[in-house]
């Protein structure tokens, strides 16, 4: 299992870097190359990468007073560290990319060549997720490495190895490579390790990625009607809604007009606390893949649709000229 979390997340890595480096067939390819390309350039985007690494790095060293349970805090926290910056991006690059290019007369330019509205919302979307993937490799690579950092810092405070001891994989590959140096060893070890942290956070990381591809997709579709602005103070409630819609449902018992409020926002807001799973991943449960994984993606990947189909049908009727 550790070898296909490694050799996936190298195989994603490849495709972002052609992605952004080749020449990609077909009209929406294109488009989603050249948002993609125009995503990464941006100032933010770096800013935000550096950062929340250095915010990463910073947490190894910090007491948060639980009472033993530092390590687990630090993992919830490492999670929402990925989720707050792919979260920003999503919303303010969707909002300005698509906004900026109607109203400054880049997409008449455009839609005037053989390339359709289809294509162009299409495209913007799927270049400003894969800048969002490409940024979330990033912070999950200093994820793995500060857990790792921390676990080591645990372990020699603690001189408790098998309270933290290695994955049985991580163990086993050790074994096999006790022929070669142990310098060479303990470095293959720490790369395992750190890889083995990823995996074990992976469904947070994924849920990120579900909530960052929703999001980007409500800021296109709405792109093509509002205003920068608007757009972006709207997609700001419409994330926190989402989170908080199920609290107020569970919460507003006593007040109809609350409860039939919340419900509303439940049926029509995406449900992101679903994909709310750091204290499990934290507290070193298993997420079940078939049971809850899947049918979480299933759920991002139906939203999303539905609200690029709702943005193409603002964007046909809406005015380039």
């Given at each position: 299992?550790?070898?296909?979390?490694?050799?996936?997340?190298?195989?994603?890595?490849?495709?972002l870097?052609?992605?952004?480096?080749?020449?990609?067939?077909?009209?929406?390819?294109?488009?989603?190359?050249?948002?993609?390309?125009?995503?990464?350039?941006?100032?933010?985007?770096?800013?935000l990468?550096?950062?929340?690494?250095?915010?990463?790095?910073?947490?190894?060293?910090?007491?948060?007073?639980?009472?033993?349970?530092?390590?687990?805090?630090?993992?919830?926290?490492?999670?929402?560290?990925?989720?707050?910056?792919?979260?920003?991006?999503?919303?303010?690059?969707?909002?300005?990319?698509?906004?900026?290019?109607?109203?400054?007369?880049?997409a008449?330019?455009?839609?005037?060549?053989?390339i359709?509205?289809?294509?162009?919302?299409?495209?913007?979307?799927?270049?400003?997720?894969?800048a969002?993937?490409?940024?979330?490799?990033?912070?999950?690579?200093?994820?793995?490495?500060?857990?790792?950092?921390?676990?080591?810092?645990?372990?020699?405070?603690?001189?408790?190895?098998?309270?933290?001891?290695?994955?049985?994989?991580?163990?086993?590959?050790?074994?096999?490579?006790?022929?070669?140096?142990?310098?060479?060893?303990?470095?293959?070890?720490?790369?395992?390790?750190?890889?083995?942290?990823?995996?074990?956070?992976?469904?947070?990381?994924?849920?990120?990625?579900?909530?960052?591809?929703?999001?980007?997709?409500?800021?296109?579709?709405?792109?093509?009607?509002?205003?920068?602005?608007?757009?972006?103070?709207?997609?700001?409630?419409?994330?926190?809604?989402?989170?908080?819609?199920?609290?107020?449902?569970?919460?507003?018992?006593?007040?109809?007009?609350?409860?039939?409020?919340?419900?509303?926002?439940?049926?029509?807001?995406?449900?992101?606390?679903?994909?709310?799973?750091?204290?499990?991943?934290?507290s070193?449960?298993?997420?079940?893949?078939?049971?809850?994984?899947?049918?979480?993606?299933?759920?991002?990947?139906?939203?999303?649709?539905?609200?690029?189909?709702?943005?193409?049908?603002?964007?046909?009727?809406?005015?380039?000229?």
């Open positions: 299992m550790l070898w296909v979390t490694i050799s996936t997340l190298t195989g994603l890595a490849a495709l870097v052609y992605f952004s480096l080749g020449v990609m067939p077909g009209k929406m390819l294109t488009v989603a190359q050249a948002a993609f390309r125009e995503t990464i350039r941006q100032p933010l985007y770096w800013v990468i550096v950062f929340f690494a250095l915010l990463m790095i910073l947490s190894v060293f910090l007491p948060y007073f639980t009472f033993g349970e530092d390590l687990k805090m630090m993992k919830e926290l490492q999670l929402d560290a990925i989720l707050a910056p792919i979260i920003i991006v999503a919303i303010f690059t969707s909002a300005l990319s698509v906004a900026e290019e109607i109203e400054g007369r880049t008449v330019t455009l839609l005037s060549k053989p359709s509205r289809r294509h162009f919302l299409l495209g913007k979307f799927t270049g400003i997720f894969l969002c993937v490409l940024m979330t490799l990033v912070l999950s690579l200093v994820l793995g490495l500060t857990v790792h950092m921390r676990t080591e810092w645990e372990m020699a405070l603690e001189a408790d190895r098998e309270k933290l001891a290695d994955p049985a994989e991580v163990q086993a590959l050790q074994n096999t490579l006790s022929f070669l140096p142990p310098d060479v060893v303990a470095a293959v070890r720490a790369v395992l390790m750190v890889f083995a942290e990823i995996q074990a956070l992976l469904p947070g990381i994924v849920f990120a990625l579900c909530q960052a591809m929703i999001m980007t997709a409500v800021a296109t579709a709405l792109a093509t009607r509002l205003t920068v602005v608007v757009n972006i103070v709207i997609c700001l409630v419409w994330f926190f809604a989402s989170r908080l819609g199920p609290i107020l449902v569970a919460q507003a018992q006593e007040n109809p007009l609350v409860k039939f409020v919340a419900q509303v926002f439940g049926v029509l807001l995406p449900g992101l606390n679903y994909y709310d799973v750091g204290m499990v991943l934290a070193g449960r298993e997420v079940p893949v078939l049971e809850y994984v899947l049918p979480g993606i299933s759920h991002a990947v139906i939203y999303t649709v539905m609200a690029l189909l709702i943005g193409l049908i603002l964007f046909e009727d809406r005015d380039l000229a």
